[in-house]
């Protein structure tokens, strides 16, 4: 599963890695546990052994991330990356050394019962501390949709079901470590884990399947965003689908965009709507800030222009057309037609007519 959406065509990229390492890390923590319990191969977990920290440290930071990037808190600066995988580097900077280590030292440290001398923090210690630094993260996780999500899902409750079950499988590590360090169970009896663990899994594959779009797209995302942001604006859904109507109606029949000077005042005006209230249906039903929203419009328009000048055996004068468009300079002209068309203006021009 954590390939198929590695793989998949659907989503975005940090979405779809981020994913990725969930299922991953759950998959060798599943698989470690059964190794454990089973015995199987001896030797393998001896060689496994511990490493399972490394998940553990891992689980927390991962989600916190997603948890930001789907309220648009997530601003990924080097110090805060860093201070997300402090877990993980305590982990590598107490047992590194030992997850190299040859089977046939780990075998000579186990039997002479030298181990806990050789670790500076013992296996328990770390367990607990990791085990704290998760609950951390599912606890600040939980907090930041309850105060940014909570109530204004609507349809949305699949983001409610990741926080509710990561929270569970937080408070599973919780409640096995306070029973193995009580003596009512045994490292062997980490059965609730496993069950947190794959019911999780269960959950993301679930999601994966059902709705795709809101689990690896942060188009999907951006719209749960957009729609908290404006939540509180007194617009309600139908009355938005009727400016963005109008809206649509305006910029084809009237085309302000053409006036260099419009500005977002002046299009309100036009709606007879607020400022606010005209930047909520540009951002709502066109996923765009005015000025983009503008010139793409602009950019539809000279396009238009270029193909009827050449097809009329006129060499097209730029210039005049980025003006008469309703852009004020060569450079904003040239930089809005790459990022709406992808190239620039002579070669769209060449493009097009080879393909005519």
């Known amino acids: 599963m ?24 759950f998959s060798y923590h599943i698989f470690y546990s059964v190794m454990y319990w089973s015995e199987i191969i001896p030797e393998l977990n001896r060689k496994l052994n511990y490493v399972y920290f490394i998940p553990l440290a891992l689980y927390g930071p991962l989600f916190f991330i997603y ?10 600066k ?3 990356i860093l201070l997300l995988l402090t877990p993980l580097i305590f982990v590598f900077c107490f047992y590194g050394k030992y997850f190299f280590l040859s089977e046939y030292f780990r075998r000579q440290f186990q039997s002479r019962q030298e181990l806990h001398e050789y670790l500076v923090v013992a296996p328990e210690q770390m367990e607990n501390i990791l085990v704290g630094c998760l609950l951390f993260f599912a606890v600040i996780s939980w907090l930041n949709y309850y105060s940014r999500i909570r109530g204004k899902m609507r349809k949305d409750r699949w983001f409610l079901y990741l926080n509710v079950f990561f929270m569970g499988f937080s408070l599973s590590w919780a409640l096995y470590a306070v029973l193995a360090r009580t003596d009512i169970l045994t490292s062997r009896q980490d059965y609730i884990i496993t069950i947190a663990m794959a019911l999780l899994v269960a959950l993301q594959g679930y999601l994966v399947r059902e709705t795709p779009e809101v689990l690896i797209n942060w188009n999907k995302l951006k719209n749960l965003k957009l729609f908290i942001k404006y939540s509180k604006t007194g617009m309600s859904d139908s009355v938005s689908l009727e400016y963005r109507k109008k809206l649509m109606n305006l910029m084809e029949f009237e085309k302000p965009y053409l006036n260099p000077e419009l500005k977002l005042d002046d299009l309100a005006q036009m709606l007879g709507i607020s400022r606010h209230h005209t930047s909520q249906v540009i951002n709502q039903h066109f996923d765009k800030g005015f000025f ?18 050449k097809m009329a055996d006129e060499d097209p004068n730029i210039i005049e057309i980025l003006y008469a468009v309703g852009f004020n300079n060569k450079a904003s002209f040239y930089k809005a ?3 709406f068309v992808g190239t620039s203006p002579t070669n769209y021009i060449n493009d097009t007519l080879e393909t005519a």
């Open 2 to 25: 954590a390939f198929l959406i590695l793989f998949s065509k659907k989503g975005k990229k940090e979405a779809k890695w981020l994913w990725f390492a969930f299922m991953f890390l």
């Open 78 to 80: 080097p110090w805060r």
């Open 67 to 76: 948890n930001q990037m789907v309220t648009g808190n997530w601003k990924p």
């Open 292 to 309: 983009d929203f503008i010139n793409e419009y602009r950019i539809e328009e000279a396009k238009s222009i270029l193909i009827n000048d």
């Open 337 to 339: 037609f790459k990022k």
